[in-house]
């Protein structure tokens, strides 16, 4: 029977393993609470390892929290922060921005492919100069995007000058950051410090984990307080090793970029077949765990009669295909085939 | 060897085995996310049916913000909130409640034992009833108490009918509810809902969970919205079932209870002990899983040196001993063990 | 000399004699503070009587908290507000909406010459419905518009209905609600609770008076607690006759009317006048005090360098040349002279 | 007949002439909004004149805003702010700091006669420095005190000490910073910027304006953004020179300060008064304009009896007595004789 449920979210799948087993370990005895803790040192030394900086590491339960807490850190409630008009922090966070920060202004631009374009948000920060209107503070990136599109080295680089040009800080959101890397085969320096990123929202829910993100402060003096403002949100765990644990699991032997390279490759290998398809149009290039396409509403309903699951209203519309580390070809092979079945396309 | 961190914290020890293998078991196939989920569904219908009412069910990540968006639902800015002066959200919590309430004031009266003393609390709320000063709007109530006491159901049913008197809503602090439930042995709705209490902030993780406490709504018409405010709050868990699922684990087959019983037993054995020696005062009835202790400052740092960890700045001074799920019978004894030596106390 | 500031905003203008005259009243002996007293007990008294309706008053000290005050306590932080993406409360209070709701979001949507479109409306609360995403819950209207346009009764009725169906609450920002009502030669209960609204925010400095608006609530229950409200947020007047009298003395004698019309008259003349000039292009109906025109960029250079001050920032650009009570006829030809002059063009 | 208002409060008087006349003058044709304007430029000038100091000046509406703004300027969310248990901002403006601040936390410390005791501040800083408290970050200081008294130069200067050594910064709360000058006859900077005051919450209305204090930052640096600020919080007058203007006719020919020591001199005679009837007793040192007496509730009860309006529950109780600049010798000599009529005592 096929897995209806396996395209409709990467947060639908469960623990991988190694986060499993990170977390398993971490289950032995007594240990110091809210992260004062050898777990949670060892994670946040592995990550400095990973990007190869010394980097300030605090982890949150989700990433709604991890972006508005960085957000919030980042800004003054008279500020704004500028984000692409599909971003995550604008579109399915309930205002949670707004009001971490206590009524920061997110203000969108748009952008091809789901990337900001800097010329919308050149003109965007340039036109209101007065008290009257949030003063630009911050500038969002997500990576990968929201449609599953990869920025590369080079535009972060842009991004990164374009913001010291113009005073403004740089946040990346990366719920789907070990996607990015692993769809770009780069250092993950690169596309962070090394290209002017202040502050990287690292996922760790989308890549296999339970529960939790890290924020990680490349600028170590922007980390500055930054525990009292998790504790007083509610994101300071007690038995903080079970969020951290993971992490080690993850980032020991390459796990996060192998589940996540196994997620784009599912993608590519849907996109592929889907591609074939006379009716199915994909949206945009696939550069990471997610397929957007565009069909026929009937055929949607279709789909949606015979069980599958996956959301219309997220992006530009369409239908949005995720693939997460537990991915598995057959469930590929049963979706194309039965959209290829509905479409009167023998595959 | 001694566990010299056994008695610092309930948040020092692990997962208890029910939780863990209730977890274990929700890590299988795709879910779909933020609660819509069968595990979920499950833990909240098992809560309903531990107290007994159409309760409605919420479950967050800590705590901290199980408290802090219970009385943001119950209050507006300029409302305040009545507690203990030693209660968790007063002296524990940074600031979350105002932070989550844009400004709600806590104010705390006293009471012997860690219990409110609602003579006090009737001076307190009816000093002023000017605009200049917040206006009284929820009474809080932690069970068990920071002091490891515990409110008898007639107690609870007292602040339950102050609180219809005086037009406030009763919120509960149950972050050690178990214990409570197990110290009094009595039915869990009536030292909650039958006594008058709106809302209970159950607690997960000091029972023997991970992560996650649950908000219990007992009058359902106060939860309206309330899942919209914890989205926006970054209390709404992604693959929520990892959350859920451990409450099964710990509903059925009243885990909770045998768990927290445990505990509180320990905490009895480990006072009487220390009850024969001389230099050691108990400070409180030991009605939970909390000993306190008062000990010649000499003693407090003699056994820190030995390596002896335990909190003195909680609650009203003293050494705070803890027990937990994970206590065991050794480490009661290394401790009494080494205070009675230190005290030139044979047993 | 031309009186080069007379056209650009009705806020350069002073105190017209009534207000004045009210205010030096009031300014005699002792009176109780905080709105106890009997110049407060008359201008709302007043206000009553002009609406005729059993309304709840209260004066605040600027346009930005009469507004964000307002929609705080029709709000919670995870609703949303939606208005005319050129409304005052998106574009010029520098996010004070947001900060005073902790974290309400603003949403708009288009509309023709500075007036909601309800279809856009309607598109724009009914694509969402998850809790991702701010709940709608306030429809807000400007009388007159940001564009110097007016609402018709049936146009606001149209709004009320739209509101009620909707299950939102109806705002009236009006900050020149003076000018429409003089434009509409309406009475003010059929721009208002009439037509359904429930709150209106009734300017009274661009009328005329130096400081302050009232804040009217049409259904009584929702003003409960709205005094707490003002005091925690800094909106309390400690000498509250001096922000009450000069509404007893705009309102007696149909003052506030008169000067209105005086304004909305003027913005006429200064219409007609413009209108013959062939490089100047009058951009919206002139409905009320603004009269916005599109004109050769040299020409606005030119009108500049002259002295002459107007806003080009406001609105969809253009220029804004804004008539008040003070406006005087002399102002008027000068400017249009100069104007025709510049163009090449002879009167 | 005798003025049975005149005692309650400072802010029962209306507006004095010097403070009225210049908002007449300044009442004459157009000028530009929010503060770019001469008679704010003036005032802002005659304010560094008057402190012989390069300060930054901003003109808000009322007094809790000018501490809550500035608090919230010195402050994060998780920081908390240290004052007298007799504060106004703790006992007086409705939780409107916590607002401001998304969440400050005010924490008191008791002093007699109503002044800080730096030893009690110091033991409640360094109880505790762990991040489930709150992290102090200002000092408060209310000169003259709530209880009319008043902080020697020498006392600002050790707790700006204080406030160095702890890395804690200084506000100055002056609703009734005049009377303190005059009761002082020291330089305004020796008890602000020259004791190491960061920044004063100038009082304007108790001094005789009818609304409007002015918020001065000694080090400039801390203004950075202020405008923003005021702007967001609704606290930007768009006819600020109707605001500003009256600090210039204070200013001028020293009327602040005459008029400041009318009401203490006036306050010195009612003591005096007061002193030789033997059922009165004066409460505290009568440095200000305010007098604080105990009498028999009787005695209480018959004065609000014949007509007499004083506060009682303001500061440690008693009878509260507040001279103003318009109080005038024969309200002194009524309520004087009243009072020794009902005490049976012969003046």
């Known amino acids: ?15 991988c393993p190694e986060a499993w087993q990170a977390m398993a370990e971490a289950n032995t005895g007594f240990v110091s609470s809210y992260g004062d803790d050898p777990w949670t040192a060892q994670a946040c ?27 919030a850190s980042l800004c003054q409630s008279y500020h704004s922060v500028i984000c692409h008009e599909l971003a995550h922090i604008e579109t399915d966070e309930c205002g949670a ?12 631009a748009p952008g091809a492919e789901g990337k900001l374009d ?6 965007l920060i340039t036109r209101r100069s007065d008290i009257h209107y949030p003063k630009p503070r911050v500038l969002c990136l997500t990576q990968a995007t929201e449609l599953g599109t990869v920025y590369t080295p080079a535009e972060v680089d842009a991004a990164g000058a374009f913001a010291r040009q113009h005073g403004l800080r740089l946040q990346m959101d990366g719920a789907r950051f070990a996607n990015a890397v692993a769809s770009l085969g780069c250092h993950p320096g690169d596309i962070t410090w090394r290209a002017g990123v202040d502050l990287l929202c690292f996922g760790g829910a989308k890549n296999g984990m339970a529960v939790g993100e890290a924020v990680v402060f490349f ?3 922007l980390a500055e307080e930054f525990d009292y403002r998790c504790k007083q949100a509610g994101q300071l765990a007690s038995k903080m090793r ?20 196994h997620a784009n490759r599912c993608a590519q290998t849907l996109a592929d077949q889907l591609r074939a398809i006379p009716q ?3 949206m945009f290039p696939v550069q990471a765990n997610a ?22 209203f997220i992006g530009a519309g369409g239908a949005r295909l995720m693939c997460s580390w537990a991915t598995e070809e057959s469930y590929i092979e049963a979706l194309v085939s039965d959209i290829s079945e509905l479409s009167g396309h023998s595959c």
Chains 1, 2, 3, 4 share one sequence.
């Open 97 to 108: 921005p707004e009001f971490f920060s206590n009524g920061t202004k997110i203000l969108t």
């Open 219 to 221: 600028k170590k003096e």
């Open 45 to 71: 030394s592995l990550i400095r390892d990973t990007f190869e900086t010394d980097c300030q590491v605090f982890f949150v339960f989700n990433g709604t929290a991890a972006n508005s807490l960085a957000l």
């Open 280 to 282: 199915v149009e994909l």
């Open 1 to 15: 029977m096929p897995n209806y449920l396996a395209f409709a979210s990467d947060n639908y799948a469960g623990v």
């Open 242 to 261: 079970f969020l951290a644990a993971p992490w080690s699991g993850m980032l020991q032997n390459n796990a996060w970029i192998k589940r996540a390279t």
């Open 118 to 123: 800097l010329a919308a948000v050149e003109q």
């Open 291 to 312: 397929v957007f396409v565009s069909m026929p509403q009937a055929l949607i309903d279709s789909l949606h009669r015979l069980g599958w699951h996956f959301y219309s």
